[in-house]
């Protein structure tokens, strides 16, 4: 089976351009859910500012863990929407 679109992104075939494509959409995605959760955490211990003692490097650690559970999920979704 040959794909008849022409090598478009940099140069590369078209697999390996979907390919990149891709994982510049992952990464972006990844930054938009760090992003995300975040402004998220801060806005919690904002408002919770007097039940929940929580300093900002506590905020970073757990935003980058929710960060990573959330884009190996989106990876994953990717992927099998990829093999249709």
């Given at each position: 089976?040959?794909?008849?679109?022409p090598s478009s992104f940099l140069g590369l075939p078209p697999r390996a351009a979907d390919a990149f494509l891709r994982t510049l959409q992952w990464i972006?995605?990844?930054?938009?859910?760090?992003?995300?959760?975040?402004?998220?955490l801060l806005l919690a211990s904002a408002v919770l500012v007097n039940v929940w003692r929580v300093t900002f490097?506590?905020?970073?650690?757990?935003?980058?863990?929710?960060?990573?559970f959330s884009a190996l999920v989106?990876?994953?979704?990717m992927f099998r929407r990829a093999r249709k």
């Open positions: 089976m040959t794909d008849k679109r972006a995605a990844a930054a938009g859910f760090f992003a995300w959760w975040l402004s998220m490097e506590t905020i970073l650690r757990a935003s980058l863990i929710l960060t990573a989106y990876g994953i979704v």
